[in-house]
Nanobody, 124 residues
Framework: QVQLVESGGGLVQAGGSLRLSCAAS????????MGWFRQAPGKERECVAA????????YYPHSMKGRFAISRDNAKNTVALQMNSLNPEDTAVYYC?????????????????WGQGTQVTVSS
């Protein structure tokens, strides 16, 4: 049974930082790309960062470049998202997801496995 468990969400002031972590089990973690997505109320789920199987390639949407950093530890089956310079528009539920394949992808339809999500709230 595949399990993805996120942690590290919470309330932070604008300009602050948070680090999200995701622990994976029940899948061949080191052979899959991983992604972080978010969904705000009334909005579609969007990719905020993705990383390939080895950690050697990462993807960020333009609005996250320079603020967010994704990393992974294949020995520990974990993936992390460091978020800096947060603003109220970053408020959302953040999800960890495991992809079908090894290559980096922002397409949520290529992620069959999802965590339960962790709330991030940025106050102004």
């Amino acid at each position: 049974q595949v399990q993805l468990v996120e942690s590290g969400g919470g309330l932070v002031q604008a300009g602050g930082s948070l680090r999200l972590s995701c622990a994976a089990s029940g899948l061949t973690f080191s052979s899959r790309a991983m992604g972080w997505f978010r969904q705000a109320p009334g909005k579609e789920r969007e990719c905020v960062a993705a990383i390939n199987w080895s950690g050697g390639n990462a993807y960020y949407p333009h609005s996250m470049k320079g603020r967010f950093a994704i990393s992974r530890d294949n020995a520990k089956n974990t993936v992390a998202l460091q978020m800096n310079s947060l603003n109220p528009e970053d408020t959302a539920v953040y999800y960890c997801a495991a992809a079908l394949g090894a290559g980096t992808t922002w397409n949520k339809n290529r992620y069959p496995y999802w965590g339960q999500g962790t709330q991030v709230t940025v106050s102004s």
